[in-house]
């Protein structure tokens, strides 16, 4: 009687951890007024954010939507329409055009680091580093990444500081955390 007694409170915990666990890991957060899926690929789920509209565009425009549907894993720190609108007056207009695609794919690649990394592995790197943990994007930017009370910061190379918003939104090929600043490769 005592062993199927504690076969059944096994069997519930067990039940009790999954439901949980899926229930954690159903919580993506929201982002610009759309629900995120875990399922979607990085663009599928961009592309339903009312805030990253210019982000997309942008991303259009260097035709790198293939690129960051695929296989990944991949952290992309995607700047919402205010950051871009923070850019000097005509800048994203001229980073739109044809003859700029390779300074607007440098600056896009300079977002997008070729591992997935949530806030919490970021914040352990931070530590292990002595506070700031440097990581090279895909497009070759060097940026530094800083987490103090729960709160992550990136360092562009020109010293442009960027706050993590909205952080760790799963996607099925990689995480992307939302930004305040778009960051600028070295000028």
């Known amino acids: 009687m005592k062993t199927s007694t504690l076969r059944v409170v096994a069997l519930a ?6 439901a949980f666990a ?23 789920n961009a592309v339903k954010s ?5 982000l997309v565009a942008a991303v259009k425009a260097a035709g790198l939507v293939e690129t960051l549907k695929g296989k990944g894993p991949f952290t992309v720190l995607a700047p919402t329409n205010e950051a871009f609108a923070a850019l000097p007056k005509g800048t994203v207009e001229t980073l739109l055009k044809p003859e700029n695609k390779a300074m607007l794919t440098k600056i896009l690649t300079c977002h997008v680091i070729g ?6 592995d970021i914040a352990s790197m931070a530590m292990d580093d002595g506070g700031t943990h440097v990581v090279t994007t895909v497009g070759g930017c ?9 709160k992550v910061t990136i360092t562009d190379e020109n010293g442009g500081v ?10 099925s090929n990689g995480v992307i955390h939302v930004i305040d ?7």
């Open 13 to 18: 915990a067990m039940l009790s951890v999954s």
């Open 22 to 44: 899926g229930a954690a890991y159903a919580a993506n957060p929201m982002v610009g007024g759309a629900p995120m899926s875990e399922k979607k690929d990085i663009i599928d």
């Open 50 to 54: 009312k805030d990253h509209t210019t």
């Open 115 to 120: 591992a997935k990394a949530m806030a919490a």
């Open 142 to 150: 060097k940026l530094s990444l800083k987490s103090k009370g729960g």
């Open 162 to 171: 960027a706050h993590v918003t909205i952080a760790d939104v799963v996607q």
């Open 181 to 187: 600043k778009v960051l600028l490769p070295k000028s």
